[in-house]
């Protein structure tokens, strides 16, 4: 069933948003923040008024997310890593020991 966002549903949307927004807003230029924010939430607004969007059973999605996730497994016997793996044996071998034998990058 597609869903219509209200005025009342997107505020509180925004409101629940807002932490991870002005988190993320750290990142820009000081003089920059406050006209992105307004931007940012203008161009959510926006996007909430226009779409629809479809009532999701928690648990239904849960099924749905471990079926596609045993779908993605690697097969047994192949030679693929995942990335955390490859990153951690990359900093490993980037890694030499001084004369005391501590170590350094």
């Known amino acids: 069933m597609a ?3 209200n005025d009342e ?3 509180k949307f925004l409101e629940m948003i807002k ?3 002005k988190k993320e807003l750290l990142q820009a230029n000081f003089q920059d923040r406050e006209d992105l924010e307004q931007k940012l939430t203008l161009f959510i607004v926006k996007f909430l ?3 629809e969007f479809e009532e999701v059973d ?3 999605l849960l099924k749905q997310s471990s079926a596609s996730e045993v779908a993605h497994r ?3 016997g192949s030679f693929a890593q995942c990335e955390s793996v490859a ?3 990359n900093v490993l071998s980037v ?4 004369v005391s034998n501590k170590c350094f990058l």
């Open 3 to 5: 869903i219509k966002m």
């Open 74 to 76: 690697t097969p047994p």
């Open 95 to 98: 890694r030499k020991r001084s």
């Open 58 to 60: 928690f648990f239904e």
């Open 19 to 21: 932490p991870k927004i």
């Open 49 to 51: 008024k226009e779409n």
């Open 87 to 89: 990153s951690a044996t």
């Open 9 to 11: 549903k997107i505020l």
